[in-house]
C-alpha cells in the first residue's frame, strides 16, 4: 500500500489506487488484506480509479480501541474523500455486508455490488452465528487465535481434515495474525440474518453476485439481499463458488459500475 489517508478517529487507512475514471473501492472480505483484491483492481483500472484497501487491524492500517462497526464505515468516508468524494463500492462477503451498511448509513455511493455476503436465511442459520459469536469471543479474549481461527474456517464449512492441515501450513502464521478481526467482521454481520430493514432504506442501484456452484443457502442469501433492496439486482456467475475468479467477476462489475 503505497497511500494512507486518516480516519475520523485518527487511525491511519492504508491503500492503493491505480488506473483512471469513476471511482470504485474494493472492501474485502474476512481474514483477507487489500492485496487480496490486486488481481480484481488490475483489472478494473482502465475504466475506473480503483481503490484497495487494508480494512483497520490488518495489513498496513492502523487500528484504535475499542472496534465499533460505525469506525469501519468512517474508514470508507475517508476513502471517499481520497478518490474525489463519491464513489462505487464492491464487497465481497462480510465485505460486502460492510459496503452495504456504509450504503444505507448515506454515504456518498452511487452503485454498491457484493458478492455472497453470508447473512443467514433462517433461524438456524441464525442461531449457527451465534454460537459462532461466542465461541469466537471466549476464544479471543482468551487469546487462542488460533482457535478463532478454527472456529472461522469451520463457520465456512471447511473440512476437518482441511483445518488440521491449514495449521501446519506456512500461511498458518499470517492467519493467526489477523485473527483478532475476525471479531470485526462478526460484529459487521450483526445478528447474522440478511437486514431486510436496513436494506431496504438504500437508495442507490445494488447488484447482488452469486456463484452458480456455491451452496443454495449461499445463493438463496444473496438472492434476499438483492430482493430487500429497492434498486437490487440477483445474479449468479455460472461455474462460480465463493473464490470467485476475478476474470469472469470483473466484466461484470464494470458493465455495472459503468451504467
Sequence with gaps: MDKKTLSRDGTAIAYERRGQGPAVILVSGAMSTGGTMAPLAALLADRFTVLCYDRRGRGESGDTAPYTVRREIEDLAALIDAAGGEAALYGISSGGALALRAAADGLPVRR?????????????????????????TEALTQGRRGDAVELFLRLTGLAEEMIRGARQAPMWTGMEALAPTLAYDDAVMGDGLVPRERL????????????????????????????????????????????????????????????
Design 112 to 136: 454498491v455490488a457484493v458478492y455472497e455476503t453470508p447473512f443467514a436465511v433462517n433461524e438456524e442459520g441464525a442461531k449457527e452465528r451465534a454460537d459462532y459469536t461466542s465461541n469466537l
Design 200 to 259: 431496504a432504506s438504500i437508495g442507490v442501484p445494488v447488484l447482488a453476485v452469486a456463484g452458480e456452484a456455491s451452496p443454495p443457502w449461499l445463493r438463496e442469501a444473496v438472492r434476499a439481499v438483492a430482493e430487500a433492496v429497492p434498486d437490487g439486482t440477483y445474479r449468479t456467475l455460472e461455474g462460480q463458488t465463493h473464490a470467485v475468479d476475478p476474470n469472469v467477476l470483473a466484466p461484470v462489475l464494470a458493465e455495472f459500475f459503468g451504467q
